[in-house]
Protein backbone atom coordinates (compact mmCIF):
# COMPACT_ATOMS: atom_id res chain seq x y z
CA UNK A 1 0.00 0.00 0.00
CA UNK A 2 1.71 3.46 -1.03
CA UNK A 3 2.52 5.68 1.74
CA UNK A 4 0.12 8.73 1.90
CA UNK A 5 0.67 12.07 -0.03
CA UNK A 6 0.51 15.78 2.11
CA UNK A 7 0.00 18.79 0.59
CA UNK A 8 0.03 22.06 2.24
CA UNK A 9 -1.37 24.76 1.38
CA UNK A 10 -0.32 28.79 1.94
CA UNK A 11 -2.09 31.74 2.03
CA UNK A 12 -0.01 35.17 3.05
CA UNK A 13 1.11 38.70 2.96
CA UNK A 14 -1.91 40.46 1.92
CA UNK A 15 -4.58 39.58 4.94
CA UNK A 16 -5.31 36.71 6.87
CA UNK A 17 -2.44 34.23 5.94
CA UNK A 18 -3.36 31.01 6.79
CA UNK A 19 -1.95 27.34 6.07
CA UNK A 20 -4.22 23.94 5.16
CA UNK A 21 -2.50 20.47 4.93
CA UNK A 22 -4.66 17.90 3.43
CA UNK A 23 -3.87 13.66 3.43
CA UNK A 24 -4.73 12.19 -0.14
CA UNK A 25 -7.38 14.34 -1.05
CA UNK A 26 -8.89 14.69 2.32
CA UNK A 27 -8.95 17.96 4.81
CA UNK A 28 -6.39 17.04 7.64
CA UNK A 29 -5.74 20.70 9.19
CA UNK A 30 -6.47 24.23 8.35
CA UNK A 31 -6.01 27.42 10.89
CA UNK A 32 -5.32 31.10 10.44
CA UNK A 33 -2.19 32.84 11.76
CA UNK A 34 -4.20 35.31 13.71
CA UNK A 35 -5.26 32.91 16.09
CA UNK A 36 -1.68 32.39 16.94
CA UNK A 37 0.18 35.63 16.67
CA UNK A 38 -2.83 37.28 18.63
CA UNK A 39 -2.38 40.07 15.80
CA UNK A 40 -6.06 40.40 13.78
CA UNK A 41 -6.09 39.34 10.12
CA UNK A 42 -2.31 38.82 10.74
CA UNK A 43 -0.71 38.97 7.18
CA UNK A 44 2.76 37.52 7.88
CA UNK A 45 4.15 34.25 6.55
CA UNK A 46 2.12 31.40 8.25
CA UNK A 47 4.63 29.83 10.26
CA UNK A 48 2.86 28.70 13.28
CA UNK A 49 -0.39 27.46 11.56
CA UNK A 50 2.32 25.37 9.45
CA UNK A 51 3.51 24.14 12.38
CA UNK A 52 0.33 23.39 13.63
CA UNK A 53 -0.82 21.59 10.34
CA UNK A 54 2.76 19.55 10.61
CA UNK A 55 2.35 18.95 14.51
CA UNK A 56 -1.22 17.85 14.15
CA UNK A 57 -0.11 15.14 11.46
CA UNK A 58 2.80 13.79 13.25
CA UNK A 59 4.51 15.21 9.80
CA UNK A 60 7.97 17.14 9.57
CA UNK A 61 8.38 19.69 6.17
CA UNK A 62 10.88 16.07 5.08
CA UNK A 63 7.51 14.06 4.38
CA UNK A 64 5.82 16.63 2.68
CA UNK A 65 4.97 16.32 -1.26
CA UNK A 66 4.25 19.51 -2.28
CA UNK A 67 3.62 23.31 -0.74
CA UNK A 68 0.83 25.43 -2.71
CA UNK A 69 0.87 29.17 -2.76
CA UNK A 70 -2.63 30.64 -3.37
CA UNK A 71 -1.78 33.22 -5.87
CA UNK A 72 0.78 33.78 -8.97
CA UNK A 73 2.69 37.01 -7.27
CA UNK A 74 4.13 37.57 -11.27
CA UNK A 75 0.81 37.87 -12.60
CA UNK A 76 0.05 40.12 -9.57
CA UNK A 77 3.04 42.28 -9.68
CA UNK A 78 1.94 42.47 -13.57
CA UNK A 79 -1.33 44.17 -12.73
CA UNK A 80 0.25 46.14 -9.94
CA UNK A 81 2.63 48.04 -12.62
CA UNK A 82 0.05 48.44 -15.11
CA UNK A 83 -2.10 50.21 -12.66
CA UNK A 84 0.60 52.88 -11.70
CA UNK A 85 1.24 53.19 -15.21
CA UNK A 86 -2.45 53.30 -16.23
CA UNK A 87 -2.97 55.99 -13.79
CA UNK A 88 0.84 57.88 -13.88
CA UNK A 89 1.21 60.50 -12.56
CA UNK A 90 -1.55 59.99 -10.08
CA UNK A 91 0.15 57.07 -8.43
CA UNK A 92 3.66 58.33 -7.25
CA UNK A 93 3.09 58.97 -3.63
CA UNK A 94 2.10 55.22 -3.33
CA UNK A 95 4.25 53.48 -5.75
CA UNK A 96 7.73 53.64 -4.16
CA UNK A 97 6.25 51.79 -0.93
CA UNK A 98 4.59 49.55 -2.73
CA UNK A 99 7.19 48.53 -5.28
CA UNK A 100 9.71 48.11 -1.95
CA UNK A 101 7.01 45.79 -0.49
CA UNK A 102 7.26 43.47 -3.46
CA UNK A 103 11.09 43.87 -3.80
CA UNK A 104 11.28 41.20 -1.26
CA UNK A 105 9.72 38.00 -0.10
CA UNK A 106 6.25 39.05 -1.77
CA UNK A 107 8.11 38.68 -5.39
CA UNK A 108 10.09 35.74 -4.71
CA UNK A 109 7.47 33.39 -2.96
CA UNK A 110 9.76 30.29 -3.85
CA UNK A 111 13.08 31.47 -1.92
CA UNK A 112 10.62 32.89 0.90
CA UNK A 113 8.61 29.47 1.47
CA UNK A 114 12.26 27.50 1.49
CA UNK A 115 13.66 29.81 4.26
CA UNK A 116 10.34 29.57 6.13
CA UNK A 117 9.88 26.07 6.77
CA UNK A 118 12.74 24.66 8.10
CA UNK A 119 13.93 20.86 7.01
CA UNK A 120 11.62 21.15 3.13
CA UNK A 121 13.46 18.92 0.88
CA UNK A 122 15.32 20.21 -2.20
CA UNK A 123 13.02 18.02 -4.33
CA UNK A 124 9.88 19.05 -2.79
CA UNK A 125 7.60 21.08 -5.32
CA UNK A 126 6.49 24.50 -4.25
CA UNK A 127 3.38 24.90 -6.99
CA UNK A 128 1.28 27.98 -7.25
CA UNK A 129 -2.07 28.75 -8.20
CA UNK A 130 -4.51 31.32 -9.74
CA UNK A 131 -5.86 33.26 -6.78
CA UNK A 132 -9.39 32.53 -7.85
CA UNK A 133 -8.57 28.73 -9.07
CA UNK A 134 -8.03 28.55 -5.25
CA UNK A 135 -10.90 29.98 -4.10
CA UNK A 136 -13.08 27.83 -6.62
CA UNK A 137 -11.22 24.79 -5.23
CA UNK A 138 -12.32 25.38 -2.19
CA UNK A 139 -15.97 26.07 -2.99
CA UNK A 140 -15.98 22.60 -4.65
CA UNK A 141 -13.99 19.98 -3.73
CA UNK A 142 -15.26 19.96 -0.18
CA UNK A 143 -18.91 20.24 -0.92
CA UNK A 144 -21.29 17.94 -1.07
CA UNK A 145 -21.96 18.20 -5.16
CA UNK A 146 -20.57 15.64 -7.67
CA UNK A 147 -21.78 18.81 -10.16
CA UNK A 148 -22.44 22.22 -9.22
CA UNK A 149 -22.01 25.71 -10.70
CA UNK A 150 -19.22 27.64 -8.68
CA UNK A 151 -19.04 31.76 -7.96
CA UNK A 152 -16.04 33.40 -6.33
CA UNK A 153 -16.46 36.94 -5.62
CA UNK A 154 -13.76 39.32 -4.21
CA UNK A 155 -11.62 42.54 -4.07
CA UNK A 156 -9.00 41.22 -6.83
CA UNK A 157 -6.67 38.34 -7.03
CA UNK A 158 -4.28 38.68 -10.63
CA UNK A 159 -6.08 40.26 -12.52
CA UNK A 160 -9.73 38.49 -12.13
CA UNK A 161 -12.40 39.77 -9.19
CA UNK A 162 -15.61 38.19 -9.96
CA UNK A 163 -15.46 34.08 -11.91
CA UNK A 164 -18.30 31.45 -13.25
CA UNK A 165 -17.12 28.53 -13.39
CA UNK A 166 -18.60 24.75 -13.36
CA UNK A 167 -17.18 21.52 -11.51
CA UNK A 168 -17.74 18.00 -12.31
CA UNK A 169 -16.01 15.28 -10.81
CA UNK A 170 -13.00 16.07 -9.91
CA UNK A 171 -12.56 19.12 -12.59
CA UNK A 172 -13.20 22.33 -12.77
CA UNK A 173 -13.45 24.38 -15.30
CA UNK A 174 -13.73 28.17 -15.62
CA UNK A 175 -16.38 29.76 -17.82
CA UNK A 176 -16.08 33.51 -17.37
CA UNK A 177 -14.42 36.29 -14.96
CA UNK A 178 -15.14 40.18 -14.11
CA UNK A 179 -11.52 41.67 -14.33
CA UNK A 180 -9.74 44.65 -12.18
CA UNK A 181 -10.70 47.47 -11.35
CA UNK A 182 -14.14 46.77 -11.88
CA UNK A 183 -14.90 44.79 -8.17
CA UNK A 184 -17.93 44.15 -6.30
CA UNK A 185 -15.11 43.42 -2.96
CA UNK A 186 -13.87 47.22 -3.71
CA UNK A 187 -17.29 48.55 -4.06
CA UNK A 188 -18.31 47.32 -1.14
CA UNK A 189 -15.25 47.77 0.81
CA UNK A 190 -14.98 51.29 -0.49
CA UNK A 191 -18.57 51.63 1.29
CA UNK A 192 -17.15 49.88 4.25
CA UNK A 193 -14.38 52.60 4.88
CA UNK A 194 -16.81 55.25 4.07
CA UNK A 195 -18.78 54.41 6.58
CA UNK A 196 -15.84 54.49 9.12
CA UNK A 197 -15.20 50.13 9.55
CA UNK A 198 -11.79 49.23 8.74
CA UNK A 199 -11.36 47.02 5.25
CA UNK A 200 -11.17 43.56 5.11
CA UNK A 201 -12.81 43.18 8.59
CA UNK A 202 -15.68 45.38 8.86
CA UNK A 203 -17.64 44.54 5.90
CA UNK A 204 -19.77 42.63 8.21
CA UNK A 205 -20.75 45.71 10.41
CA UNK A 206 -21.82 47.14 7.47
CA UNK A 207 -23.88 44.16 6.61
CA UNK A 208 -25.19 44.43 10.07
CA UNK A 209 -25.63 47.77 9.99
CA UNK A 210 -27.86 48.12 6.70
CA UNK A 211 -31.24 46.63 8.18
CA UNK A 212 -31.41 49.62 10.26
CA UNK A 213 -32.42 52.27 7.23
CA UNK A 214 -33.89 52.61 4.29
CA UNK A 215 -31.87 52.41 0.54
CA UNK A 216 -32.50 55.78 0.13
CA UNK A 217 -28.98 56.25 -2.19
CA UNK A 218 -29.88 52.94 -4.02
CA UNK A 219 -30.77 54.73 -7.23
CA UNK A 220 -27.05 56.91 -7.39
CA UNK A 221 -24.69 54.19 -6.79
CA UNK A 222 -27.18 52.39 -10.24
CA UNK A 223 -27.31 55.99 -12.00
CA UNK A 224 -23.44 57.37 -11.02
CA UNK A 225 -20.90 54.64 -9.73
CA UNK A 226 -21.97 51.39 -11.40
CA UNK A 227 -23.36 50.00 -15.24
CA UNK A 228 -24.38 47.03 -13.95
CA UNK A 229 -25.90 44.30 -16.86
CA UNK A 230 -28.20 41.80 -16.65
CA UNK A 231 -25.54 38.64 -16.35
CA UNK A 232 -24.24 40.92 -12.95
CA UNK A 233 -21.08 42.09 -14.70
CA UNK A 234 -20.65 45.86 -14.44
CA UNK A 235 -18.61 48.84 -15.02
CA UNK A 236 -17.39 51.09 -12.10
CA UNK A 237 -16.81 55.03 -12.55
CA UNK A 238 -13.48 55.20 -11.66
CA UNK A 239 -13.87 58.93 -11.20
CA UNK A 240 -15.49 58.28 -8.07
CA UNK A 241 -12.90 56.22 -6.58
CA UNK A 242 -9.20 56.90 -5.49
CA UNK A 243 -7.85 53.15 -5.12
CA UNK A 244 -6.30 53.17 -8.57
CA UNK A 245 -4.03 55.63 -7.06
CA UNK A 246 -4.36 57.40 -4.15
CA UNK A 247 -4.51 55.91 -0.57
CA UNK A 248 -7.74 55.99 -0.19
CA UNK A 249 -10.73 53.81 -1.21
CA UNK A 250 -12.96 56.86 -2.26
CA UNK A 251 -12.74 60.97 -2.69
CA UNK A 252 -14.18 64.29 -3.02
CA UNK A 253 -16.83 63.39 -5.71
CA UNK A 254 -17.71 60.13 -3.93
CA UNK A 255 -18.38 62.22 -0.54
CA UNK A 256 -20.57 65.00 -2.57
CA UNK A 257 -22.72 62.09 -4.04
CA UNK A 258 -23.60 61.01 -0.60
CA UNK A 259 -23.52 64.17 0.77
CA UNK A 260 -21.19 64.16 3.17
CA UNK A 261 -18.02 63.47 4.48
CA UNK A 262 -16.85 59.41 5.44
CA UNK A 263 -16.92 58.91 8.94
CA UNK A 264 -14.33 58.66 11.26
CA UNK A 265 -13.90 55.46 13.01
CA UNK A 266 -14.97 56.09 16.50
CA UNK A 267 -17.70 58.92 15.45
CA UNK A 268 -21.20 57.83 16.11
CA UNK A 269 -22.92 56.13 13.69
CA UNK A 270 -25.74 58.73 11.85
CA UNK A 271 -28.88 57.68 9.78
CA UNK A 272 -26.88 59.06 6.61
CA UNK A 273 -24.39 56.05 7.20
CA UNK A 274 -26.90 53.96 7.75
CA UNK A 275 -29.25 54.94 4.85
CA UNK A 276 -25.43 54.58 3.02
CA UNK A 277 -24.93 50.91 4.24
CA UNK A 278 -28.59 50.05 3.41
CA UNK A 279 -28.05 50.76 -0.28
CA UNK A 280 -25.02 49.41 -1.10
CA UNK A 281 -26.12 46.31 0.73
CA UNK A 282 -29.70 46.29 -1.48
CA UNK A 283 -27.56 46.92 -4.90
CA UNK A 284 -24.61 44.14 -3.63
CA UNK A 285 -27.41 41.65 -2.89
CA UNK A 286 -29.03 42.48 -6.90
CA UNK A 287 -25.86 42.00 -8.40
CA UNK A 288 -25.23 38.56 -6.77
CA UNK A 289 -28.72 37.73 -7.81
CA UNK A 290 -27.70 38.49 -11.23
CA UNK A 291 -24.71 36.31 -11.50
CA UNK A 292 -26.31 33.68 -9.49
CA UNK A 293 -28.83 33.95 -12.32
CA UNK A 294 -26.38 34.00 -14.97
CA UNK A 295 -24.21 31.12 -13.11
CA UNK A 296 -27.47 28.83 -13.52
CA UNK A 297 -28.15 29.69 -17.25
CA UNK A 298 -24.21 29.09 -18.30
CA UNK A 299 -23.75 25.47 -16.39
CA UNK A 300 -27.67 24.33 -15.88
CA UNK A 301 -26.49 23.17 -12.98
CA UNK A 302 -28.85 21.78 -9.73
CA UNK A 303 -26.01 23.26 -7.23
CA UNK A 304 -24.15 26.19 -6.38
CA UNK A 305 -20.59 26.58 -4.62
CA UNK A 306 -19.66 30.24 -3.34
CA UNK A 307 -16.29 31.60 -2.72
CA UNK A 308 -14.11 34.65 -1.95
CA UNK A 309 -14.82 37.46 0.48
CA UNK A 310 -18.04 38.68 -0.92
CA UNK A 311 -19.57 35.10 -0.19
CA UNK A 312 -19.34 35.64 3.31
CA UNK A 313 -22.48 38.29 2.84
CA UNK A 314 -25.13 35.76 4.29
CA UNK A 315 -28.04 38.26 3.17
CA UNK A 316 -26.92 37.76 -0.09
CA UNK A 317 -26.45 34.26 0.56
CA UNK A 318 -30.27 34.08 2.08
CA UNK A 319 -31.66 35.83 -1.02
CA UNK A 320 -30.05 33.56 -3.57
CA UNK A 321 -31.11 30.55 -0.93
CA UNK A 322 -34.89 31.74 -1.09
CA UNK A 323 -35.22 32.98 -4.43
CA UNK A 324 -34.83 29.15 -5.71
CA UNK A 325 -32.38 29.91 -8.54
CA UNK A 326 -30.79 27.39 -7.78
CA UNK A 327 -31.90 23.53 -5.44
CA UNK A 328 -28.91 23.75 -3.27
CA UNK A 329 -25.79 26.29 -2.09
CA UNK A 330 -22.86 25.23 -0.73
CA UNK A 331 -20.65 28.27 0.69
CA UNK A 332 -16.48 27.51 1.28
CA UNK A 333 -16.94 28.60 5.95
CA UNK A 334 -13.57 29.86 5.06
CA UNK A 335 -14.39 32.12 2.13
CA UNK A 336 -11.88 34.45 2.20
CA UNK A 337 -8.04 34.51 1.77
CA UNK A 338 -7.60 32.01 4.69
CA UNK A 339 -9.79 29.55 2.72
CA UNK A 340 -8.06 29.71 -0.50
CA UNK A 341 -4.76 27.96 1.19
CA UNK A 342 -7.09 25.34 1.61
CA UNK A 343 -8.16 25.37 -2.05
CA UNK A 344 -4.28 25.81 -3.45
CA UNK A 345 -3.74 22.76 -1.61
CA UNK A 346 -6.87 20.93 -3.33
CA UNK A 347 -5.96 22.34 -6.84
CA UNK A 348 -3.05 21.17 -6.83
CA UNK A 349 -4.16 17.80 -5.58
CA UNK A 350 -6.30 17.33 -7.83
CA UNK A 351 -4.17 18.95 -11.19
CA UNK A 352 -0.93 19.34 -11.38
CA UNK A 353 0.45 17.69 -8.54
CA UNK A 354 -0.42 14.26 -10.06
CA UNK A 355 2.81 12.91 -11.21
CA UNK A 356 2.00 10.23 -11.69
CA UNK A 357 -0.24 10.42 -14.85
CA UNK A 358 -3.02 9.04 -12.24
CA UNK A 359 -6.09 10.62 -12.37
CA UNK A 360 -6.91 12.45 -9.48
CA UNK A 361 -10.15 10.89 -7.00
CA UNK A 362 -12.85 13.21 -4.83
CA UNK A 363 -14.53 11.79 -2.35
CA UNK A 364 -18.33 13.02 -1.83
CA UNK A 365 -19.43 13.09 2.14
CA UNK A 366 -21.29 10.46 3.60
CA UNK A 367 -25.40 11.18 2.99
CA UNK A 368 -25.18 14.34 0.78
CA UNK A 369 -22.89 15.84 3.12
CA UNK A 370 -19.74 17.72 3.17
CA UNK A 371 -16.13 17.17 3.47
CA UNK A 372 -14.96 20.34 5.83
CA UNK A 373 -15.01 18.31 9.39
CA UNK A 374 -17.71 21.02 10.18
CA UNK A 375 -14.70 23.53 9.87
CA UNK A 376 -13.58 22.36 13.19
CA UNK A 377 -9.93 21.96 11.78
CA UNK A 378 -7.86 23.51 14.31
CA UNK A 379 -5.85 22.57 17.73
CA UNK A 380 -7.43 20.97 20.59
CA UNK A 381 -6.47 20.36 23.88
CA UNK A 382 -6.72 17.52 26.28
CA UNK A 383 -8.42 18.10 29.97
CA UNK A 384 -4.71 17.69 31.50
CA UNK A 385 -3.38 20.32 29.56
CA UNK A 386 -6.79 22.71 30.80
CA UNK A 387 -6.16 21.81 34.23
CA UNK A 388 -2.45 23.05 33.72
CA UNK A 389 -2.98 26.60 32.92
CA UNK A 390 -5.70 27.28 35.38
CA UNK A 391 -3.53 26.03 37.97
CA UNK A 392 -0.95 28.07 36.41
CA UNK A 393 -3.74 31.27 37.33
CA UNK A 394 -4.50 29.55 40.39
CA UNK A 395 -7.93 29.42 38.85
CA UNK A 396 -11.47 28.37 40.71
CA UNK A 397 -13.16 25.67 39.17
CA UNK A 398 -15.15 22.21 38.66
CA UNK A 399 -14.56 19.26 36.97
CA UNK A 400 -17.83 17.38 35.54
CA UNK A 401 -18.54 14.72 33.30
CA UNK A 402 -20.32 14.85 29.90
CA UNK A 403 -24.38 14.73 31.52
CA UNK A 404 -23.08 16.52 34.44
CA UNK A 405 -21.71 19.33 32.14
CA UNK A 406 -24.30 19.60 30.05
CA UNK A 407 -27.06 19.82 32.57
CA UNK A 408 -25.06 22.39 34.27
CA UNK A 409 -24.30 24.71 31.47
CA UNK A 410 -27.64 24.36 30.48
CA UNK A 411 -29.56 25.55 33.52
CA UNK A 412 -26.60 28.52 33.91
CA UNK A 413 -27.81 29.68 30.40
CA UNK A 414 -31.17 29.27 31.13
CA UNK A 415 -30.74 31.43 34.17
CA UNK A 416 -29.13 33.97 31.27
CA UNK A 417 -25.78 33.57 32.40
CA UNK A 418 -23.06 34.41 29.58
CA UNK A 419 -20.85 31.36 29.04
CA UNK A 420 -17.88 30.82 27.38
CA UNK A 421 -18.17 27.76 25.65
CA UNK A 422 -14.20 26.06 24.97
CA UNK A 423 -14.44 22.51 22.76
CA UNK A 424 -12.57 20.41 20.78
CA UNK A 425 -10.69 21.82 17.89
CA UNK A 426 -10.67 25.42 16.69
CA UNK A 427 -12.86 26.50 13.80
CA UNK A 428 -11.14 27.31 10.80
CA UNK A 429 -12.51 30.47 8.80
CA UNK A 430 -13.65 33.58 10.36
CA UNK A 431 -17.32 32.21 12.50
CA UNK A 432 -17.27 30.56 15.61
CA UNK A 433 -19.43 27.39 15.27
CA UNK A 434 -19.05 26.02 18.31
CA UNK A 435 -15.51 25.10 19.21
CA UNK A 436 -14.59 28.50 20.62
CA UNK A 437 -18.03 30.09 21.43
CA UNK A 438 -19.98 32.67 23.82
CA UNK A 439 -23.56 31.58 24.58
CA UNK A 440 -26.83 32.72 25.67
CA UNK A 441 -29.85 32.49 26.01
CA UNK A 442 -31.97 33.46 22.79
CA UNK A 443 -35.38 34.38 24.60
CA UNK A 444 -33.39 37.22 26.88
CA UNK A 445 -34.22 40.66 25.80
CA UNK A 446 -31.06 41.77 27.40
CA UNK A 447 -28.65 39.26 26.00
CA UNK A 448 -28.08 41.69 22.38
CA UNK A 449 -27.02 44.28 24.78
CA UNK A 450 -25.15 42.77 27.37
CA UNK A 451 -23.20 40.79 24.70
CA UNK A 452 -22.28 43.39 22.69
CA UNK A 453 -21.56 46.44 25.59
CA UNK A 454 -19.81 44.47 28.75
CA UNK A 455 -18.45 41.10 27.06
CA UNK A 456 -17.58 41.83 23.31
CA UNK A 457 -17.07 45.90 23.75
CA UNK A 458 -18.42 46.42 20.47
CA UNK A 459 -21.23 48.11 18.72
CA UNK A 460 -24.53 47.94 20.17
CA UNK A 461 -26.39 47.35 16.73
CA UNK A 462 -24.69 44.00 16.13
CA UNK A 463 -26.58 41.15 15.91
CA UNK A 464 -26.27 37.48 16.83
CA UNK A 465 -26.30 34.49 15.35
CA UNK A 466 -28.60 31.66 16.70
CA UNK A 467 -27.59 27.70 16.68
CA UNK A 468 -30.07 25.09 16.67
CA UNK A 469 -30.51 21.49 15.86
CA UNK A 470 -30.99 20.55 11.84
CA UNK A 471 -34.07 19.02 12.65
CA UNK A 472 -35.63 21.75 14.39
CA UNK A 473 -34.68 24.63 12.46
CA UNK A 474 -38.42 24.59 10.33
CA UNK A 475 -39.71 25.19 13.51
CA UNK A 476 -37.71 28.66 14.62
CA UNK A 477 -37.41 30.14 11.21
CA UNK A 478 -38.11 30.23 7.12
CA UNK A 479 -35.25 27.72 6.27
CA UNK A 480 -35.69 24.22 5.64
CA UNK A 481 -32.40 23.75 4.83
CA UNK A 482 -28.72 22.91 6.33
CA UNK A 483 -26.51 25.92 7.19
CA UNK A 484 -23.39 24.91 9.62
CA UNK A 485 -21.50 27.63 8.93
CA UNK A 486 -23.57 30.52 9.95
CA UNK A 487 -23.49 31.59 6.23
CA UNK A 488 -27.01 31.73 5.16
CA UNK A 489 -30.09 34.50 6.90
CA UNK A 490 -33.43 32.97 6.82
CA UNK A 491 -37.00 35.00 8.11
CA UNK A 492 -38.00 34.08 11.72
CA UNK A 493 -40.90 32.76 11.57
CA UNK A 494 -43.14 35.05 11.32
CA UNK A 495 -45.53 33.13 14.60
CA UNK A 496 -43.00 34.07 16.58
CA UNK A 497 -42.62 38.22 15.50
CA UNK A 498 -43.90 40.80 17.10
CA UNK A 499 -44.50 43.90 15.27
CA UNK A 500 -42.35 47.39 15.57
CA UNK A 501 -44.42 50.70 16.22
CA UNK A 502 -44.08 52.17 12.61
CA UNK A 503 -42.43 55.30 13.64
CA UNK A 504 -39.20 53.56 15.11
CA UNK A 505 -36.09 54.73 12.91
CA UNK A 506 -32.44 53.57 13.15
CA UNK A 507 -31.27 52.73 16.56
CA UNK A 508 -34.24 53.14 18.12
CA UNK A 509 -35.50 49.89 16.38
CA UNK A 510 -33.09 48.35 18.83
CA UNK A 511 -35.18 49.04 22.47
CA UNK A 512 -38.44 47.57 20.51
CA UNK A 513 -39.46 43.23 21.10
CA UNK A 514 -39.23 41.72 17.32
CA UNK A 515 -39.89 38.23 18.63
CA UNK A 516 -40.00 35.95 20.79
CA UNK A 517 -35.83 35.00 20.34
CA UNK A 518 -35.55 38.76 20.31
CA UNK A 519 -31.30 37.72 21.27
CA UNK A 520 -31.17 36.61 18.03
CA UNK A 521 -33.64 38.39 16.15
CA UNK A 522 -32.50 41.23 14.08
CA UNK A 523 -34.44 44.70 13.09
CA UNK A 524 -35.56 42.79 9.66
CA UNK A 525 -37.08 40.01 11.31
CA UNK A 526 -34.36 38.04 9.56
CA UNK A 527 -31.05 36.24 11.64
CA UNK A 528 -28.27 34.50 10.60
CA UNK A 529 -28.70 30.53 11.15
CA UNK A 530 -26.40 27.88 12.00
CA UNK A 531 -27.65 24.12 12.12
CA UNK A 532 -26.00 21.67 14.77
CA UNK A 533 -26.28 18.20 13.43
CA UNK A 534 -24.97 15.34 15.99
CA UNK A 535 -22.17 13.70 13.55
CA UNK A 536 -20.71 17.07 13.07
CA UNK A 537 -20.47 18.55 16.71
CA UNK A 538 -22.20 15.92 19.20
CA UNK A 539 -21.33 17.94 22.35
CA UNK A 540 -22.96 20.90 20.99
CA UNK A 541 -25.78 19.08 19.46
CA UNK A 542 -26.65 17.56 23.03
CA UNK A 543 -26.42 20.98 24.86
CA UNK A 544 -28.86 22.05 22.57
CA UNK A 545 -31.52 19.37 23.70
CA UNK A 546 -30.32 19.44 27.15
CA UNK A 547 -31.31 23.48 26.89
CA UNK A 548 -34.44 23.09 25.16
CA UNK A 549 -35.61 20.14 28.39
CA UNK A 550 -34.54 22.54 30.78
CA UNK A 551 -35.93 26.08 28.64
CA UNK A 552 -38.80 24.53 26.27
CA UNK A 553 -36.54 26.64 23.74
CA UNK A 554 -34.07 24.69 20.90
CA UNK A 555 -32.31 28.24 20.00
CA UNK A 556 -28.85 29.33 21.84
CA UNK A 557 -26.96 32.63 20.86
CA UNK A 558 -23.93 31.74 19.53
CA UNK A 559 -21.07 34.54 18.59
CA UNK A 560 -17.03 34.28 19.04
CA UNK A 561 -15.07 33.95 21.71
CA UNK A 562 -13.22 37.45 21.72
CA UNK A 563 -13.54 40.46 21.85
CA UNK A 564 -13.18 43.91 19.86
CA UNK A 565 -10.06 43.76 18.05
CA UNK A 566 -8.89 40.60 18.58
CA UNK A 567 -8.70 36.96 17.03
CA UNK A 568 -11.01 34.46 18.56
CA UNK A 569 -9.07 32.15 21.25
CA UNK A 570 -7.01 29.15 19.99
CA UNK A 571 -5.69 28.00 23.43
CA UNK A 572 -6.73 27.66 26.76
CA UNK A 573 -5.09 29.73 28.13
CA UNK A 574 -6.39 32.66 25.66
CA UNK A 575 -10.09 31.41 26.62
CA UNK A 576 -9.53 32.02 30.22
CA UNK A 577 -7.60 35.64 30.00
CA UNK A 578 -10.39 36.61 27.53
CA UNK A 579 -12.78 35.14 30.34
CA UNK A 580 -11.65 37.30 33.43
CA UNK A 581 -11.15 40.09 31.31
CA UNK A 582 -14.82 40.90 29.96
CA UNK A 583 -18.09 40.29 32.35
CA UNK A 584 -19.00 36.58 31.18
CA UNK A 585 -20.67 34.73 33.95
CA UNK A 586 -18.70 31.46 33.19
CA UNK A 587 -16.21 29.58 30.93
CA UNK A 588 -17.01 25.75 30.27
CA UNK A 589 -13.62 24.97 29.33
CA UNK A 590 -13.17 21.13 28.47
CA UNK A 591 -14.63 19.41 31.54
CA UNK A 592 -14.16 22.28 33.39
CA UNK A 593 -16.59 24.98 34.81
CA UNK A 594 -15.61 28.36 35.99
CA UNK A 595 -17.32 30.68 37.90
CA UNK A 596 -15.64 34.66 37.23
CA UNK A 597 -16.72 35.63 40.20
CA UNK A 598 -14.98 33.23 42.02
CA UNK A 599 -11.58 33.74 40.44
CA UNK A 600 -8.74 35.53 42.43
CA UNK A 601 -7.99 37.61 39.98
CA UNK A 602 -10.65 39.85 37.92
CA UNK A 603 -8.05 41.31 35.20
CA UNK A 604 -5.04 39.24 33.61
CA UNK A 605 -2.73 40.46 31.39
CA UNK A 606 -3.92 39.01 27.63
CA UNK A 607 -0.53 37.74 25.33
CA UNK A 608 -1.00 40.79 22.98
CA UNK A 609 -2.59 44.08 23.84
CA UNK A 610 -5.98 44.74 21.76
CA UNK A 611 -5.84 46.10 18.14
CA UNK A 612 -7.75 48.75 17.06
CA UNK A 613 -10.69 47.77 14.81
Not at 166 to 192: C, D, N, Q, V
Not at 238 to 252: I, R
Not at 269 to 288: F, G, K, L, N, P
Not at 573 to 583: K, L, P, Q, S
Amino acid sequence: MPAPRHVLGISAYYHDSAAALIRDGEVESAAQEERFSRKKNDSDFPRHAIQFCLQHAGLTASQLDAVVFYDKPVLKFTRLLETYLAVAPGGWCTFPRVLSSWLGEKMDVRKAIRAEIAGLRADCPILFTGHHQAHAASAFYPSPFDHAAILTIDGVGEWATTTIGIGSGSEIKMLRELRFPHSLGLLYSAFTSYCGFRINSGEYKLMGLAPYGNPKYAGVIYNRLIDLKPDGSFWLDLQYFDFLSGTTMTNARFNRLFEGPPRAPEEPVTIRHIEVARSIQAVTEEIMLRLARHARELTNCENLCLAGGVALNCVANGRILREKIFDRIWVQPAAGDAGAALGAALAAWHGSLNTSGAKSSRTLGNAGRDTMRASLLGPEFTDEEIEAVLRSHQAVYQKLDRTALLSRTAELLKAENVVGWFQGRMEFGPRALGGRSILGDARSPRMQSVMNLKVKFRESFRPFAPIVRRERVADYFELDSESPYMLIVAPVKAALCQPMPSELRGFSMLKAPRSTLPAVTHVDYTARVQTVERADNPLLYDLLGSFEDAAGCGVLVNTSFNVRGEPIVCTPDDAYRCFVNTEMDYLVLGNFVIERAAQPHQRTKRRVAPQSD
